[in-house]
């Protein structure tokens, strides 16, 4: 709590935000529709984003339906069924027919096998501006193999957004971009300070 309360101390403009969708909310970040990532995270996204930027995500929920109001398109995979439903759910209430959602299942204790699985090939092959690097980890954190094999998927002056990045420092000496940078903050529905990572290609 003392490094939330710094950091509020120190970016009072945060302090409504975190009042009103931090982790007293009642809300979750679907129903907020806002990404899980530090909230100056989502202040870049804000000004980045525009209607003709195509998304591609691993793992679905608020950040769905965040990048359906604002980008052209967003194609997003989920190993969660009853998850993805419940996103699907909220997108046709919201009316929202910009998304693919796609179901790819992985037992995510069998690390080992994410290399061949279905779950990790599941991104189209052709070129997206923004690609977000979330969704599930249990047992062996496998965002940094989501994040090497999307590289190959970014457009020119894309970028690729890596949530909770505070867990994989070894992907900022070892990547193909032009460069990074570190948004660490308060985020929606989070009890502390986190950070979100941005790399621009």
Request: glycine fraction near 6%.
């Amino acid at each position: 709590m003392g490094r939330v309360l710094a950091h509020l101390a120190s970016h009072p403009q945060h302090i409504p935000s975190y009042l009103s969708s931090g982790p007293l909310s009642a809300k979750s970040p679907l129903e907020h529709e806002l990404p899980w990532f530090s909230l100056s995270a989502i202040h870049f996204l804000d000004s980045f984003l525009s209607k003709s930027m195509n998304v591609f995500e691993y793992g679905s929920g608020g950040s769905t339906v965040y990048f359906a109001s604002r980008a052209g398109s967003i194609t997003s995979t989920e190993d969660n069924k009853d998850w993805l439903e419940r996103v699907q759910t909220h997108l046709i209430a919201s009316g929202f027919a910009n998304v693919t959602l796609q179901y790819r299942p992985f037992h995510f204790h069998r690390a080992e096998q994410f290399d061949q699985s279905e779950y990790l090939r599941s991104i189209p092959d052709r070129v997206f501006d923004i690609i977000i690097i979330d969704g599930t980890e249990e047992n062996i954190p496998v965002r940094p193999t989501c994040f090497y094999h999307a590289e190959s998927r970014i457009a020119p002056g894309g970028i690729i957004v890596v949530d909770d990045s505070w867990r994989y420092p070894e992907l900022r000496s070892r990547n193909q971009a032009k460069s990074f940078r570190e948004f660490r903050s308060i985020g929606p529905c989070r009890p502390g300070v986190t950070s979100t990572d941005v790399y621009f290609y």
